[in-house]
């Protein structure tokens, strides 16, 4: 690695890692803590993706490519993998059935919003928009789910109303949490694949920006993004939704793939260190 390279690498390390960092520590989780879940991510990236072709990889070369010691290597191999697929799984069904919600004109006023639901009343109940989008997930535990993250309420009739546009937790630090770990790594392998294949086959990755606007700008901004990057959104996921096996088991084709378009709004002080 040239050393113009290692500046620039250490320069984007350090920026990625203070809001990180800080989050960290608001949580309580110690440099200690972060190094252990550090050194086994090492091992297990050099252990599952550093392979020599035709080559079964071994605890010297995994040793050479991250500075770790043959023993430390070995001790790490052992350790299990940490895992939140509970968490995923549960993230991703409810994720779905709001999706559904917003794009399923079944579920729908007659003015094409969201319409409030039943629980189990009738082909346009909660219960059909959940079993038709959560697969075998109840849709009791559905509805407790999104009821527990503020995602929708229940009246005292019982009906059921939609209160954001994606499922997103308003309560529970761990959801939230979970959904970081889950876009981060998206965003940045994208960065990662326009490093190493960006000439040959780019992933888009954009953003707009400006850095001298004033605080009275930004209410307008956040409320106007929000809109057309929602409307973006919903329009991508009615493309996809039709594309995709789980919810449509005739559509034919090799291999499986997951994709999808991430956006996010961002706002931070010029005079801040960040």
Do not use: C
């Amino acid at each position: 690695m040239s050393n113009e390279i290692q500046k620039t690498l250490t320069a984007a390390i350090l920026k990625l890692l203070r809001p990180l960092v800080r989050l960290l520590l608001r949580n309580g989780m110690s440099y200690g803590d972060f190094a252990d879940l550090s050194r086994w991510v090492f091992m297990d990236v050099a252990e599952k993706e550093f392979t020599l072709p035709e080559r079964k990889q071994s605890v010297s070369r995994i040793s050479v490519i991250t500075g770790l010691t043959r023993k430390e290597v070995s001790r790490l191999q052992k350790i299990e993998t940490p895992d939140d697929s509970a968490i995923a799984q549960q993230y991703n069904r409810a994720a779905r059935v709001i999706a559904g919600w917003l794009r399923d004109s079944r579920f729908h006023t007659s003015k094409g919003t969201p319409a409030e639901l039943s629980f189990d009343s009738g082909v346009d109940s909660f219960t059909a928009l959940a079993k038709e989008h959560s697969g075998d997930i109840p849709p009791r535990a559905i509805l407790d789910e999104l009821l527990r993250v503020g995602t929708v309420e229940q009246n005292e009739d019982g009906n059921i109303r939609l209160l954001m546009e994606a499922f997103v937790p308003r309560t529970g630090e761990k959801d939230k949490l979970h959904i970081l770990g889950t876009d981060v790594h998206l965003l940045l392998s994208t960065i990662d694949h326009n490093l190493r294949l960006g000439d040959s086959d780019p992933r888009y990755q954009r953003k707009v920006a400006y850095d001298n606007l004033p605080e009275e700008a930004l209410p307008r901004f956040r409320e106007m993004s929000a809109k057309k990057a929602q409307a973006l959104l919903v329009e991508l996921d009615r493309h996809l939704s039709a594309q995709d096996r789980d919810l449509n088991p005739k559509v034919k084709g090799s291999g499986r793939k997951q994709a999808g378009i991430g956006i996010y709004y961002f706002e931070q002080d010029m005079a801040s260190d960040d």
